[in-house]
């Protein structure tokens, strides 16, 4: 027997929009709004199709949050900030030490990489 559920969707841009589906669970109520995007337009603010929704959490009737489902684009964009850190973090360590196994050319060649990705990530 089917329950209701409250789907809310967002999608890369800061767009947040729900919708109720019947669905026999949580995954399947997730499945069924993935494959309802005219309504999940219709519903959001300011949305268009150009944004694809990545993350989608589940309620039950009473409102309660029971599942979460973030795509890998929004799991990357969650752990960016991390990531980023442990990258500087990295950068400034080998800039500090040099490791004794690594040549001058590899570590030099290493801190190029890192200073590439940082301010790529830093101008995005």
């Known amino acids: 027997m089917t329950k209701p559920y409250t789907v809310q969707a967002?999608?890369?841009r800061p767009f947040i929009t729900s919708i109720d589906v019947e669905a026999d669970s949580p995954q399947?109520?997730?499945a069924t709004a993935r494959l309802e995007t005219a309504r999940l337009l219709d519903?959001?603010?300011k949305c268009n199709s150009?944004?694809?929704?990545d993350e989608f959490a589940v309620y039950d009737y009473h409102g309660n949050e029971i599942l979460r489902v973030l795509?890998?684009?929004a799991r990357i964009r969650d752990g960016a900030s991390t990531l980023l850190w442990a990258l500087e973090y990295?950068?400034?360590t080998l800039k500090l030490r040099h490791?004794?196994?690594a040549s001058d050319e590899e570590v030099d060649e290493a801190l190029e990489i890192a200073d590439?990705?940082?301010?790529t990530v830093r101008s995005a």
């Open 10 to 12: 967002w999608c890369l």
């Open 90 to 92: 990295v950068r400034a």
């Open 71 to 73: 795509d890998e684009t």
């Open 116 to 119: 590439k990705i940082i301010a």
């Open 99 to 101: 490791i004794d196994e």
């Open 50 to 53: 150009a944004y694809p929704w």
């Open 28 to 30: 399947e109520a997730i």
């Open 43 to 45: 519903a959001a603010e």
